[in-house]
């Protein structure tokens, strides 16, 4: 199925745009962000190098270019934006749509459908908020990828998104050797000010950034310089599994709140978005806690999934 073949042409399309009907659609790199919307009506062939259904271009994200003929049903008691929002679901649910592929702008997208701003504003966020686009500081609005649904257990991230085919990348922020607050020294069993190795990272899924990381190693762990080197291209409790360390249990507390000025920053996001929180503490088989954790992640990205039963 080609991504070029794709129309809105009111209520009744959206059927048929779930059951693959695609008229209308094209996709087109757009180099440093640069706008090269498009609208191909019925028949015309895409422009010149655009591309069907493509991930991040060659310069970066591609653009969804305007629909075609967008004839909404305004007689209908469905509102205005949520047939907006179906139509742009139904495509990406037809595969039409990948990651890291922009939106047309409101100005466009309101122009096409004939509606207000505030309506595809509307439209967008219905989007964001069922985690099927996401908003970024000066790109746009991009189609993400599917949540990632992690298993509450004794695991890494890196570990968990390598398994899950997700190429998981790191970015090294900060390490340093810092005295212990009374939340890490209460958690490491150490007195307040004990030197503990502070460790932030920038984690990536598929190039796209997921979360800040900070965790806390005693000092008489791992040497400093072994952990710089490898937590480039290793998670943490790779190194601690290397290193003979192996983690036996865990307390976990999981939360929400808004991301600080810096993580939003780090992850591209604003400061009225949910990050979803994770603060963890590990011991290893002699009941020695040798890891404090503290993880936030885009809620609109991640997601904790875990089973329950009646004991």
Known sequence: MEAEAFAVTGVRSFQAVRAGALDGLSVVPTPDGADTAQSPGPGTAPAAGATPAAGAGEHGPSRITS????????????????????AIEASIGSGAFRAGQLLDTELQLAERFGVSRPTIRQAIQQLVQQGLVV???GVG????????????????????????GLAPTTKLLAMHEIGADAEVAGA?????GDPVLSIERL???????????????????VPAPTVRRALADHGLYELLREHGIVL????????????????ARLLATSRAATLLTMTRTASDRTGRAVEHGRHAYLAEQYAFKMRLVVS
């Open 203 to 221: 984690r990536y899924a598929n190039g796209e950034p997921l979360a800040v990381m900070r965790n806390y190693l005693p000092v008489d762990l």
């Open 248 to 263: 036996h249990a865990a307390d976990q507390v999981i939360s929400a709140r808004k991301p600080t000025a810096s993580e």
């Open 141 to 164: 609005s991009l189609v993400v990828t599917q949540r990632i649904e992690r298993p509450v257990a004794l695991t890494s991230l890196y570990d968990d998104l390598a398994a899950s």
């Open 67 to 86: 629909f075609g003929p967008a004839s909404l049903d305004r007689s209908s008691p469905v509102p205005l934006y949520f047939q907006i929002a179906q």
């Open 188 to 192: 490491l069993s150490l007195t307040l």
């Open 135 to 137: 908003r970024r500081r």
